[in-house]
């Protein structure tokens, strides 16, 4: 089964705290690619990293880092010192390759919401 | 640079009404083509996806139907809308190689009623 587990469905922080989303996933592929996407409130979704199976190391972009782990299939992303603009729903989504599928698999998301 | 439009943003219809959403691309040809769902408080659904013209590839069976009649061009359609379809529909693209991200629309918003 191909399937993307965001247990967390909500999280709130208070502005400057640290904070990770979590990210399972499940594929047989033994290539496949991650995405993690941000949906703030006007609704579009917002392209934020991509991550290919045989790539494991962790990528830092500004506040925001990622780590994924192929060995608990995991892809966790971490906002640093968190912001009032950093309020958004967060999703983490799969494409395996293996089988030609042309699918992006989305988890449920993660609601983040950072007070001021 | 590519864009991508979908319209209408905000719907409000009837039950048993039928139903068009469409979206388009600009600045790219062949793009593989999507249809997700957002229900209230839920995830991205995926419904339909396209890597061509006339070809359309239903991922959950119901009440709505896609097709694609030009390379560029996507459309939603209902023939009579359920209170289930209600949500938050997205139309994105990527292109033609197998992997890549996915850039979305702005979305279209139906609130059946």
């Known amino acids: 089964a191909q399937k993307v587990t965001q247990a967390q469905t909500e999280i709130s922080v208070v502005e400057k705290e640290d904070v990770t989303l979590d990210c399972v996933y499940e594929?047989?592929?033994?290539?496949?690619?991650l995405f993690w996407y941000k949906q703030p409130p006007s609704g579009e979704l917002v392209f934020l990293i991509r991550r290919n199976s045989f790539d494991e190391q962790n990528e830092i972009s500004g506040r925001y880092s990622w780590n994924f782990q192929k060995s608990t299939s995991s892809f966790n992303f971490t906002i640093t010192a968190s912001q009032v603009v950093d309020s958004a729903v967060y999703f983490c989504a799969l494409q395996p390759f293996n089988s030609g599928t042309y699918k992006y698999i989305f988890g449920t998301g993660t609601r983040l919401k950072v007070l001021a | 640079s590519q864009t991508i439009h979908q319209w209408p943003a905000t719907l409000v219809q009837p039950v048993g009404s039928p139903l068009s959403l469409e979206c388009t691309v600009e600045g790219t040809s062949n793009p593989n083509l999507y249809w997700y769902r957002q229900a209230a408080g839920r995830g991205l659904q995926l419904l339909f996806y396209?890597?061509?013209?006339?070809?359309i590839s239903s991922e959950v069976p119901q009440n709505l139907s896609a097709s694609r009649p030009q390379d560029r061009q996507f459309i939603l359609s209902s023939k009579k809308l359920l209170l289930s379809d209600s949500g938050f529909y997205l139309c994105?693209?990527?292109?033609?190689?197998?992997?890549?991200?996915?850039?979305f629309g702005e979305g279209s918003r139906l609130t059946v009623l």
């Open positions: 594929t047989r592929d033994t290539t496949y690619y």
């Open positions: 396209s890597v061509g013209i006339g070809q």
């Open positions: 994105a693209w990527s292109g033609r190689r197998v992997t890549g991200e996915l850039f």
